[in-house]
Nanobody, 126 residues
């Protein structure tokens, strides 16, 4: 079992950058595939990207590709979401998720992971 806590959210102007953090505790973090999700106001939660346990594979949805980057430091038990050139439509609650099944980040971001963090709010507005 793994516990996840996100941080780094806040208010940023369009075109700005933020770096989100997802800190893990509990089980062996390096075994887990990790995903990042966005729940925008009035919309369903959507997987925006993921990274495999060995960092070999990453996946991003088209709307964030080239702007967002997911990395992880297994020694620090942390996964990062670097967000650049933010847009108002990036506003919402960002959650990280973990799953031992690497298929959760094989050909896309699976909609369901076993473990979730509570989320951190990002507001992109001028």
């Amino acid at each position: 079992q793994v516990q996840l806590v996100e941080s780094g959210g806040g208010l940023v102007q369009p075109g700005g950058s933020l770096r989100l953090f997802c800190a893990a505790s509990g089980s062996i973090f390096s075994l887990y595939a990790m995903g990042w999700y966005l729940q925008a106001p009035g919309k369903e939660r959507e997987g925006i990207g993921c990274i495999s346990s060995d960092k070999d594979k990453t996946f991003y949805i088209d709307s964030v590709k080239g702007r967002f980057t997911i990395t992880r430091d297994n020694g620090e038990r942390t996964v990062y979401l670097q967000m650049n050139n933010l847009k108002p439509e990036d506003t919402g609650s960002y959650s990280c998720a973990a799953d031992l099944d690497q298929r959760r980040c094989k050909n896309g971001v699976a909609p369901e992971y076993d473990y979730w963090g509570p989320g951190t709010q990002v507001n992109v507005s001028s």
